[in-house]
Nanobody, 115 residues
Framework: QVQLVESGGGLVQAGGSRRLSCVVS????????MGWYRQAPGKQRELVAD???????NYANAVKGRFTISRDNTRNTVYLQMDSLKPEDTAVYYC?????????WGRGTLVTVSS
Protein backbone atom coordinates (compact mmCIF):
# COMPACT_ATOMS: atom_id res chain seq x y z
CA GLN A 1 0.00 0.00 0.00
CA VAL A 2 1.38 3.36 -1.05
CA GLN A 3 1.50 6.04 1.61
CA LEU A 4 2.20 9.69 0.92
CA VAL A 5 3.04 12.19 3.64
CA GLU A 6 3.21 15.89 2.80
CA SER A 7 4.98 18.59 4.75
CA GLY A 8 6.13 22.14 4.29
CA GLY A 9 2.89 24.06 4.35
CA GLY A 10 2.40 27.21 6.35
CA LEU A 11 1.92 30.93 6.17
CA VAL A 12 3.97 32.92 3.68
CA GLN A 13 3.81 36.47 2.41
CA ALA A 14 2.99 37.25 -1.18
CA GLY A 15 6.14 37.15 -3.28
CA GLY A 16 7.75 34.62 -0.99
CA SER A 17 8.73 31.01 -1.49
CA ARG A 18 7.86 27.67 0.02
CA ARG A 19 8.97 24.11 -0.63
CA LEU A 20 6.58 21.23 -0.12
CA SER A 21 7.80 17.68 0.38
CA CYS A 22 6.04 14.38 -0.16
CA VAL A 23 7.67 11.29 1.31
CA VAL A 24 6.59 8.07 -0.39
CA SER A 25 6.49 4.67 1.26
CA UNK A 26 5.24 1.38 -0.14
CA UNK A 27 6.43 2.21 -3.64
CA UNK A 28 9.26 3.87 -5.53
CA UNK A 29 8.89 7.39 -6.88
CA UNK A 30 10.50 6.53 -10.18
CA UNK A 31 7.82 3.94 -10.93
CA UNK A 32 4.92 6.33 -10.46
CA UNK A 33 3.52 9.39 -12.06
CA MET A 34 3.93 11.75 -9.12
CA GLY A 35 2.22 15.05 -8.75
CA TRP A 36 0.65 17.80 -6.74
CA TYR A 37 -2.94 18.96 -6.72
CA ARG A 38 -4.47 21.80 -4.73
CA GLN A 39 -7.88 22.72 -3.48
CA ALA A 40 -8.77 26.26 -2.52
CA PRO A 41 -11.75 27.04 -0.28
CA GLY A 42 -14.98 26.62 -2.21
CA LYS A 43 -13.22 25.34 -5.33
CA GLN A 44 -12.58 22.00 -6.95
CA ARG A 45 -9.30 20.20 -6.62
CA GLU A 46 -7.01 21.06 -9.53
CA LEU A 47 -3.76 19.78 -10.91
CA VAL A 48 -0.71 21.90 -10.08
CA ALA A 49 2.12 19.83 -11.55
CA ASP A 50 3.10 16.27 -12.29
CA UNK A 51 6.23 14.31 -13.09
CA UNK A 52 6.46 11.12 -15.10
CA UNK A 53 8.85 8.24 -14.44
CA UNK A 54 10.80 9.41 -17.47
CA UNK A 55 11.22 12.87 -16.00
CA UNK A 56 8.72 14.83 -18.08
CA UNK A 57 6.88 17.57 -16.25
CA ASN A 58 3.54 19.23 -16.70
CA TYR A 59 2.32 22.42 -15.03
CA ALA A 60 -0.95 24.24 -14.70
CA ASN A 61 -0.90 27.53 -16.57
CA ALA A 62 -1.44 29.42 -13.32
CA VAL A 63 1.86 28.22 -11.87
CA LYS A 64 4.12 27.92 -14.93
CA GLY A 65 7.40 29.71 -14.39
CA ARG A 66 6.83 29.96 -10.63
CA PHE A 67 6.56 26.38 -9.39
CA THR A 68 8.94 23.49 -9.96
CA ILE A 69 8.28 19.81 -9.31
CA SER A 70 11.22 17.51 -8.70
CA ARG A 71 12.10 14.25 -7.00
CA ASP A 72 14.95 12.83 -4.98
CA ASN A 73 15.22 9.15 -5.80
CA THR A 74 17.52 8.40 -2.88
CA ARG A 75 15.02 9.89 -0.44
CA ASN A 76 11.98 8.58 -2.31
CA THR A 77 10.58 12.08 -2.03
CA VAL A 78 8.86 14.49 -4.38
CA TYR A 79 9.10 18.24 -3.96
CA LEU A 80 7.16 21.26 -5.09
CA GLN A 81 9.21 24.45 -5.04
CA MET A 82 6.87 27.41 -5.06
CA ASP A 83 8.27 30.86 -5.81
CA SER A 84 6.67 34.26 -6.33
CA LEU A 85 3.66 33.10 -4.36
CA LYS A 86 0.37 34.92 -4.76
CA PRO A 87 -2.67 35.07 -2.47
CA GLU A 88 -4.57 33.00 -5.04
CA ASP A 89 -2.12 30.15 -4.43
CA THR A 90 -3.69 29.69 -1.00
CA ALA A 91 -4.97 26.13 -0.83
CA VAL A 92 -4.51 22.69 0.62
CA TYR A 93 -1.85 20.97 -1.47
CA TYR A 94 -2.11 17.22 -2.00
CA CYS A 95 0.55 14.85 -3.19
CA UNK A 96 -0.56 11.99 -5.41
CA UNK A 97 0.91 8.94 -7.07
CA UNK A 98 -0.38 6.90 -9.99
CA UNK A 99 0.89 3.42 -10.78
CA UNK A 100 -0.79 0.63 -12.74
CA UNK A 101 -4.27 2.09 -12.47
CA UNK A 102 -4.10 2.96 -8.79
CA UNK A 103 -4.24 6.52 -7.48
CA UNK A 104 -2.89 7.26 -4.03
CA TRP A 105 -3.28 10.53 -2.14
CA GLY A 106 -1.72 12.21 0.83
CA ARG A 107 -3.75 14.04 3.45
CA GLY A 108 -2.65 17.46 2.28
CA THR A 109 -0.76 20.41 3.65
CA LEU A 110 -2.16 23.92 3.89
CA VAL A 111 -0.39 26.83 2.26
CA THR A 112 -1.67 30.30 3.08
CA VAL A 113 -0.32 33.27 1.18
CA SER A 114 -0.98 36.64 2.77
CA SER A 115 -1.18 39.84 0.77
Amino acid sequence: QVQLVESGGGLVQAGGSRRLSCVVSGSIVTLNIMGWYRQAPGKQRELVADLTPGGSTNYANAVKGRFTISRDNTRNTVYLQMDSLKPEDTAVYYCYAYFKGVNSWGRGTLVTVSS
